[in-house]
């Protein structure tokens, strides 16, 4: 028997996968915790993506799927780049921590909005 997790607590399990990453980014003190953070980080997209899709899947216009969900696309992209940028710009001018409390503190803002994701 196949028990089917709900797309939100999906993503509600990615945004905490994320922020203990970021918990363990700040314990680092060599290559092992390093290979620790980038598995919960592949953990999290691995659980984040297909969730995400399902919830755009669903809330599509009968007639209209395929125009939107190529918008969604591009939105995922254009907040990918200013995302990596933005990144790049706290880490350099402000250091890893401060980038992992931004990171931390976007997915747990998240964290709480996604519980309130209607079906």
């Known amino acids: 028997m196949v028990t089917r997790i709900a797309p ?19 314990a680092t003190t060599g290559i092992p915790q390093l290979y620790l953070a980038q598995a919960l980080l592949g953990l999290t997209e691995g659980i984040q993506n297909p969730a995400y899709r399902a919830l755009v899947a669903t809330s599509l216009d009968k007639n209209h799927e395929t125009a939107e969900s190529a918008d969604w696309e591009i939105i995922l992209a254009v907040t990918g780049i200013i995302g990596t940028a933005l990144g790049g710009y706290i880490a350099s001018h402000y250091g890893f921590h401060a980038l992992f409390i931004a990171i931390g503190s976007i997915s747990g803002i998240s964290l709480l909005l996604s519980r309130f994701i209607q079906k």
């Open 8 to 26: 939100q607590h999906l993503l509600s399990l990615a945004y905490v996968c994320k922020i203990a990453a970021c918990g363990t980014l700040f």
